[in-house]
């Protein structure tokens, strides 16, 4: 029996060990259940983010599209502008050298007026007319100039 006693022995504390050895690998287990569980949330959090951002990114997308679209307007519009501007500065220019042309007219008038003016007045004085007179002469002269 003494051969029993010891192969019982060894089989208590094979099941001792093999029972501290169980209770390791269900603890091993039980963290490694509460780790996956842990991963799995992250995952599922990182998914949720990943999906915001392309949300995001979708909406960044369509408001660039959006502001292209407003810029290409916009700029259309300046150069519609800038040409409506050249046009009106070119009529600007033109009616601006007609003033200036017609001012000059005027002044070669008034000069040529007051040359008639003292004519008349030379030839009134010296040939004794009335002004009356006088102004139907240089009317006929004048008519007959142009």
């Known amino acids: 029996m003494k051969g029993g006693k010891k192969i019982i022995t060894k089989l208590e504390v094979r099941i001792a060990e093999l ?12 963290e490694a ?36 679209n407003k810029l290409r ?5 300046l150069e519609e502008a800038e040409e409506l ?28 007026l007051s040359v008639v003016r003292s004519r008349t007045r030379s030839l009134t004085a010296s040939s004794g007319l009335t002004p009356s007179k006088s102004a139907a002469v240089v009317r006929t002269r004048s008519r007959t100039n142009f």
């Open 33 to 68: 259940g509460k780790e996956t569980a842990k991963q799995e949330r992250k995952i599922h959090e990182l998914q949720f983010q990943i999906d915001e951002s392309k949300k995001g990114f979708q909406r960044m997308m369509e408001l660039v599209d959006t502001l292209q």
């Open 85 to 112: 501007a050249n046009v009106n500065a070119h009529k600007y220019r033109h009616v601006q050298r007609q003033i200036d042309e017609a001012e000059e007219r005027a002044d070669h008038a008034e000069n040529s």
């Open 73 to 77: 307007v916009q700029k259309k519009q």
């Open 19 to 30: 029972s501290s050895e169980y209770e390791n690998t269900q603890r091993k287990s039980a």
